[in-house]
């Protein structure tokens, strides 16, 4: 008897794995594995969610534009290009679906996002990685990677989880290098962390021309993970290719009423972002007097790398993950990002980045 079977490619993903929530038999776990804001949600996105609740019977509004209004006015950025889903994964996922198909290839930085491979091959493309230099991506690097196959270019500006990124000349750089007919998408999940003068997340690319997106989400200095919430800035055709492609009522009205709220409390974004600034160039700190290889990062994390030293062999990442996990903390193993010696290492309350600092303290002396 035969049995249904998905079309050639589905069963060559590998699924996406989110970092790790709880531990057996812990109550009290420090979770530093999925780059989840340190404070939460802002309490007045909390409260618009809870409001919303009193009309779940109710269809949301399918074309979300009550928030795309308050993202364009949050960002100098026209609504009618913004198109809303159920975090930046969805409009991944749908990019790669409306411009990529058999035969296509889609192009990525080596340690990029892993969504990015994962959505190419669901849309039966194969996904071509460049290589980075000092874990970073590289113009030249992409750009000896476009064929003629190449329909899409993913680039996660900050970068997850390196924590690198391009500079605003350097994203121009790569725009003009790409054919016309290859879409850009510059995944910018992070930018609200960058505080660096020469960055840019992309604005002024999409802007610019006919074949870039911009995708960001509310999973991050929002704190709205939970409600599955992100947003892309498109040019008019490709918004209305995405807006062809979604479900109809792809975006819950709570998470909509969260989104809104949350862009409307800038104090607390602010709050945010300073406590990320502080506490992440601490740990930073702390990390190398500890010997550990931790470069600079834009993001709400840092990469820390467990290099081999004499008498040391026993100090490895994977080691020091149970060592933590032991003490209730819960941290990233990156080794399906081909880092096996790195563990990612998100930016948490102060108690719980000196937890941490702690933890690994007590590892290397053992």
Known sequence: MSTPFPRPGIMNIDPYVGGESSLDGRDDVIKLSSNEGAFGPSPKAVAAYKDAGAALHRYPDGGCDVLREAIGARHNLDAA?????????????????????????VLYSEHGFLMYPISAKAAGATPISAPEKNLTAGVDALLERVSDNTRLLFLANPNNPTGTYLSGDELWRLRKGLRDDVVLVIDAAYAEYVTAEDYGPGIDLVDG?????????FSKIYGLGGVRLGWAYCPTDIAGVLNRMRGPFNVSAPAMAAGVAALGDMGFTDKAVGHNETWRAWTREQLLALGL??????????????TDKPGQNDRTADAADTFLKDKG??????????????????????????ALVAALTEFFGQ
């Not at 290009?81 to 290839?105: H, K, N, T, W």
């Open 293 to 306: 290889d931790v470069g600079p990062s834009a993001g709400n994390f840092v990469l820390a790398r467990f």
């Open 209 to 217: 021309g006919a074949n870039v997106v911009m995708t960001r989400t």
């Open 81 to 105: 290009r913004i198109v809303c889903g159920a975090g930046s994964d969805e409009l991944i996922s749908l990019l790669c679906q409306a411009y990529a198909g058999p035969g296509d290839e």
């Open 329 to 354: 903390i819960i941290v990233r193993r990156m080794a399906a990002y081909g880092l096996d010696d790195c563990l990612r290492i998100t930016i948490g309350r102060e108690d719980e980045m000196r």
